[in-house]
T-cell receptor, first 115, second 113 residues
């Protein structure tokens, strides 16, 4: 199994509070991703990173920010959580973008509930 | 843009039945194609993949063939087991794109004993 750890695994918070989710990898992969999973929507990309300090927006980036100060860590921050951000968040990593090493490996997910 | 379409289900089958989950895609170019499986309470696991046309991916009795002419990557298994109950996601990735995979919405499979 790929070495990906997400924390916290479960969190309940209130509307308007800041929340940070952490993804830590031990594989030294260049690419890291944050997805959210919601019923009827599958997985949607929030932000991704293609190197230290190199990040870009995905399909559903509004209300989220990310940072990557080290290869192994990718942080997802909700500056002011809203109920629409209640979801399961998955971190993923990949070694490359093409061919036989282009697949993503996923963490176990972080379930966030915003009351 | 790129997209993946798959039946959402739930799909309910009896044990030992034949399984087909359809997946079609739209892409500008020739993507790599993937099937992922998600068991309850867990993350997604790669089930199989194909990186070019006519490639067949296979794993744990599951197979899928990359069909460029029909832009499809249907998942099949000859005899399903209760332990195959899970959500299955079809996904694509364009070569060179740093923005990860584009997923279908997932198909919930339920296998009854």
């Amino acid at each position: 199994d790929a070495g990906i750890t997400q924390s916290p695994r479960h969190k309940v918070t209130e509307t308007g509070t800041p929340v940070t989710l952490r993804c830590h990898q031990t594989e030294n992969h260049r690419y890291m991703y944050w997805y959210r999973q919601d019923p009827g929507h599958g997985l949607r990309l929030i932000h991704y990173s293609y190197g230290v300090k190199d990040t870009d927006k995905g399909e559903v980036s509004d209300g989220y920010s990310v940072s990557r100060s080290k290869t192994e860590d990718f942080l997802l921050t909700l500056e002011s959580a809203t109920s629409s951000q209640t979801s399961v968040y998955f971190c993923a990593i990949s070694e490359s973008t093409t061919g036989n090493t282009g697949e993503l490996f996923f963490g176990e997910g972080s379930r966030l509930t915003v009351l | 843009g790129n997209s993946v379409t798959q039946m959402e289900g739930p799909v309910t089958l009896s044990e030992e039945a034949f399984l087909t989950i359809n997946c079609t895609y739209t892409a500008t170019g020739y993507p790599s194609l993937f099937w992922y499986v998600q068991y309850p309470g867990e993350g997604l696991q790669l089930l199989l993949k194909a990186t070019k046309a006519d490639d067949k991916g296979s794993n744990k009795g599951f197979e899928a063939t990359y069909r460029k002419e029909t832009t499809s990557f249907h998942l099949e298994k000859g005899s399903v087991q209760v332990s195959d109950s899970a959500v299955y996601f079809c996904a694509l990735r364009m070569g060179g794109g740093a923005d990860g995979l584009t997923f279908g919405k997932g198909t919930h499979l339920i296998i009854q004993p």
